[in-house]
């Protein structure tokens, strides 16, 4: 699970970003442009933040992934919808979810030349089952028991545990096989097996790569270069696409999207991917250990005046579970479980031992307004059923240093799975998940049943045990969703074949660079 | 005071007296706010980013919050802290200068290096600083900004004691015998008097914007309670789909900003010893710069 640390605007020294990068906007349509006219050309693209030391396995934000996505790949990749399709590896087999054998693509090399064996695939998984590397995919690299390499195409994976959940986090851009030396080091190689190799970094500005003429698609990639410009302020970023001195950016803003929409050569690509929700410090202390507190907030808060206070009408109102639509493990039922009720609100609370209300400690942040406004948003409904929220709306740091200390009775979060398998749910729902999981908040009954889940080898099976959990987790009401996050690319619509991978996985698209071309 | 007359004549050009009124009728507006606000400025409505005109004077914001109500509810808020946090830097500012002024030694090397010491902090990052210790809120902006603007009083005033302590009449005073505390409260004080109110004025000018900055940056009045800075910031965020928002809010800051250095100018010139008897004039001190 990933923060959205890269995502909206930040609103602390939002002058100072809007200065640079409209000082880097003029630079850029100034440099002249005079690109994709022949051949794969250059593709423009308007990056939401730097990423100063990228890190493959670690998790730094959608825009290292999107990084990572054109310099790297792994064993496996995401397809244009979503599904886990061969990457380097041409095929596998698997036994029972626990016995994995990869069948590498003959004559594979690293952007430098050297050959890529399963002595790279071996040193990638061990480094990512080292605590020590904090890697992203750390909660199913840690069930890795052992990889055997009987050969130089050949890598047997064996996990200590059966887990259905094994592959999609595979197929996550931080799980790219990475050459065995350059593993760990401190300064990034930019060296992997991707579509385009590393030409040039200059920090804050740009980030260029050029096409791997080695790759194993052999038609791919089209482009002969992707220029990445460093471009954090959002109107400035969304301008940069409407003047047209880029052809393509992330995050496109949210007050942008009629612009972006109504103007003849542009396409808005937009998916619901990360989603707003609430989480309650659940110990004993807070007024909001007893579920039927947390139940009546659920039904207090009116989650179409979230998104249209806090998203700019964008995204929808998520009232109930938050699992993608996209999702196999969707359930319609589910995700819309709750509705605005004041009345039964006000009854459970009394219930509770709360008919006149109580007040409360609310954190969010103004670094991004649209944490702060959802903030707000709640407030002035909780305010209806007498909950009187005080506001504590410190910087994004401290206001995830609070949170993982359990500073507050309810909070406002926002994220996304790592996957649209449900089993990225631990790290919302449990303590593993710090600061994305409620706090104090240790369920039997929930662990259970997310390690059932996992340990499950027939869909259908699964699916019953998410269902038993989703059902289990609304009454709980442990977090309490609010909102989904729109999140698009605006390109051109020269270009074709740049897809926004739907759900969860928004921040994976730039896999389908790879197959993106001019028309 | 025998100033009045030429306080009077300053008043009668149509500048000066346009920005009085305005801040006239600001200042009534606030303290009247829960009368003159026709909402609550609280209160969120389904009728999200209307335009102004009809029911809401200057439409409503992305809550369906009353943009009216929350200008005047945020000069409310907005006044009080400036006027504070300069009554507070006068008085601190005042009491160091009379004391640096009037003493010898080592208190006075204390109190003018101290204040020294306070002048080498950048206010922002000063105000980062105290905001990240002791939380936002408005108490926390007023004693800030009282620390922060107290050097530039303190200044004036050492600057004038030293002048007015080697005057006669202060000499005379010594001479007949008053005690040092009659002569710094009825002797030296009214002489220093004239330059601190026109820096008071320049002082609530610059405060109301630092205010408006730390409240922008997230770090002054706290959300919901309205401010200016706030409102600015959530403006500009919606400055493409109703950059009225953005407008007004500004508007009202940079207004009121020009009207008080207006009326610190007015002041200026009708306190300007040069038009009285020719004593040395002091040269208010620009309040610290905020950047």
Request: aromatic letters at 8%; one cysteine or more.
């Amino acid at each position: 699970m990933r923060t959205l640390s890269s995502g909206g605007a930040r609103s602390a020294l939002r002058l100072a970003a809007a200065t640079t990068a409209a000082a880097l906007v003029l630079t850029a349509c100034s440099g002249g442009s005079g690109s994709e006219d022949n051949g794969g050309g250059t593709l423009r693209f308007g990056l939401d933040s730097d990423v100063p030391n990228l890190v493959t396995p670690q998790n730094q934000g959608s825009a290292s992934m999107m990084l990572n996505s054109v310099l790297h790949r792994g064993l496996v990749a995401y397809d244009a919808d979503g599904e886990v399709v061969p990457a380097l590896a041409e095929r596998w087999e698997e036994e029972g979810n626990q016995v994995f054998t990869f069948h590498l693509r003959e004559g594979l090399t690293f952007h430098d030349g050297s050959d890529l064996t399963s002595d790279d695939v071996k040193a990638t998984f061990e480094h990512l089952r080292d605590p020590e590397a904090v890697a992203k995919l750390f909660p199913v690299a840690e069930g890795i028991e052992s990889i055997e390499t009987p050969d130089e195409l050949t890598a047997v994976v064996q996990l200590a545990e059966p887990d259905a959940a094994f592959l999609p986090y595979l197929a996550d851009v931080s799980g790219a096989i990475l050459p065995s030396e350059s593993i760990g080091a401190d300064d990034p190689t930019y060296v992997g097996a991707g579509p385009f190799s590393f030409v040039s970094y200059e920090q804050g500005s740009s980030f260029v790569v050029e096409r791997f003429d080695e790759y194993y698609e052999p038609d791919e990639p089209a482009y002969d270069t992707i220029e990445f410009q460093i471009l954090p302020d959002q109107s400035a970023r969304d301008n940069a696409l409407l003047s047209g001195s880029v052809d393509m950016i992330s995050f496109v803003g949210w007050s942008s999207y009629d612009q972006v929409e109504n103007a003849a050569n542009l396409v808005l690509d937009e998916t619901e991917g990360p989603f707003m929700y609430l989480q309650f410090n659940t110990t004993p202390e807070s007024p909001f250990s007893d579920p039927r507190v947390r139940q009546a907030v659920a039904y207090a808060v009116d989650r179409q005046a979230v998104v249209d206070s806090a998203l700019g009408g964008e995204g929808a109102p998520l009232w109930g579970m938050p699992m993608p639509e996209s999702s196999d493990f969707y359930n319609d039922d589910q995700a819309n479980y709750y509705e605005q009720d004041l009345d039964k609100a006000r009854q459970l609370l009394a219930e509770a031992g709360y008919p006149d209300g109580f007040t409360a400690r609310m954190l969010s942040s103004s670094q991004y307004d649209f944490h702060q406004n959802t903030a707000l948003s709640v407030q002035g409904d909780l305010e209806k059923i007498g909950i009187e929220l005080e506001m504590n709306l410190p910087d994004w740091p401290t206001r995830l240093q609070l949170g993982a200390e359990g500073a507050y009775d309810i909070a406002v979060y926002g994220t996304v799975g790592v996957t649209n398998d449900p089993a990225w749910l631990d790290q919302m729902l449990t303590p593993a998940g710090s600061q994305n999981a409620p706090f104090g908040y240790d369920d039997p009954t929930v662990n259970e049943l997310l390690d059932r889940g996992r340990a499950a080898a027939d869909e259908d099976e699964r699916k019953a045990i998410y269902d038993e959990l989703g059902e289990h987790v609304l009454e709980q009401a442990p977090i309490i969703g609010l909102a989904w996050r729109s999140q698009a690319y605006g390109y051109v619509d020269t270009i074709e074949g740049f897809s926004n991978i739907p759900g969860f996985l928004t921040f994976d698209s730039g896999y389908t660079l790879a197959s993106a071309a001019p028309k | 005071m025998s100033r009045l007359p030429s306080l009077l004549r300053e008043f009668r050009s149509p500048g000066t007296l346009a920005a009085a009124a305005f801040l006239g009728l600001l200042i009534v507006a606030a303290v009247l706010a829960p009368w003159v606000a026709p909402y609550d400025p609280l209160a969120q409505s389904s009728h999200r980013l209307l335009s102004p005109g009809g029911a809401h004077l200057l439409g409503t914001d992305q809550f369906g919050r009353d943009v009216f109500s929350r200008l005047v509810t945020g000069a409310r808020v907005d006044l009080l802290v400036s006027f504070g946090a300069a009554g507070l830097a006068a008085f601190l500012g005042v009491s160091i200068g009379l004391v640096g002024g009037t003493s010898r030694g080592l208190v006075r090397m204390l109190t003018m290096r101290g204040i020294e010491v306070i002048l080498a902090f950048p206010p922002i990052v000063f105000a980062l600083l105290v905001v990240t210790l002791f939380g936002p809120g408005a108490l926390t902006l007023v004693v800030t900004m009282g620390i922060l603007f107290a050097p530039s009083f303190a200044r004036i005033v050492y600057g004038e004691v030293l002048t007015i302590s080697n005057l006669e009449y202060v000499q005379a005073s010594r001479v007949i015998g008053s005690s040092r505390r009659r002569i710094l409260g009825r002797v030296i004080l009214p002489g220093v008097l004239p330059p601190v109110l026109v820096q008071l004025s320049l002082t609530v000018a610059t405060a109301m914007l630092l205010s408006s900055g730390l409240s922008y940056l997230g770090l002054g009045v706290v959300p919901p309670t309205p401010s200016w800075g706030g409102m600015i910031a959530e403006g500009q965020a919606l400055m493409m789909q109703s950059p009225l928002l953005l407008l007004f809010s500004s508007g009202v800051v940079v207004a009121t900003v020009l009207c008080f250095s207006v009326l610190a100018d007015a002041l200026e010139r009708a306190l300007d010893p040069r038009r009285g008897r020719g004593r040395r004039p002091a040269t208010p001190a620009k309040p610290l710069s905020v950047s």
